[in-house]
């Protein structure tokens, strides 16, 4: 069993920044994806971005070049560093860790942005 447990979410206007963290209660990133994903009342949960397996990352379109992914794998943590954020960023956070056979998820960090 893994937890996973967010942190760094709150409050901040628009085009400010947060940092959210993830950390995991035993390593368990090789031969894992890690992700991160968001969710609004009434909509379903969307992926943010995925670090494959401790190498690439994808982003959704709605956050490219603006969000940053990463991974510290001695720390057993994942990062998820968010500029120029907008109000549409406003969501709940989770983190997740895919190894194809079990999914992982965090109980979620909210992030608001005002705008």
């Known amino acids: 069993q893994v937890q996973l447990v967010e942190s760094g979410g709150g409050l901040v206007q628009r085009g400010g920044s947060l940092r959210l963290s993830c950390a995991a209660s035993?390593?368990?990133?090789?031969?894992?994806?890690m992700g991160w994903y968001r969710q609004v009342p009434g909509k379903q949960r969307e992926l943010v971005a995925v670090?494959?397996?401790?190498?690439?990352?994808t982003y959704a379109d709605s956050v490219k070049g603006r969000f940053t992914a990463s991974q510290d794998n001695a720390k057993n943590m994942v990062y998820l560093q968010m500029n120029s954020l907008k109000p549409e960023d406003t969501a709940v956070y989770y983190c997740?860790?895919?190894?194809?056979?079990?999914?992982?998820w965090g109980q979620g960090t909210q992030v608001t942005v005002s705008s």
């Open positions: 670090i494959i397996n401790g190498g690439a990352t």
């Open positions: 997740n860790a895919d190894s194809g056979i079990i999914t992982y």
């Open positions: 035993r390593s368990i990133f090789s031969s894992v994806n």
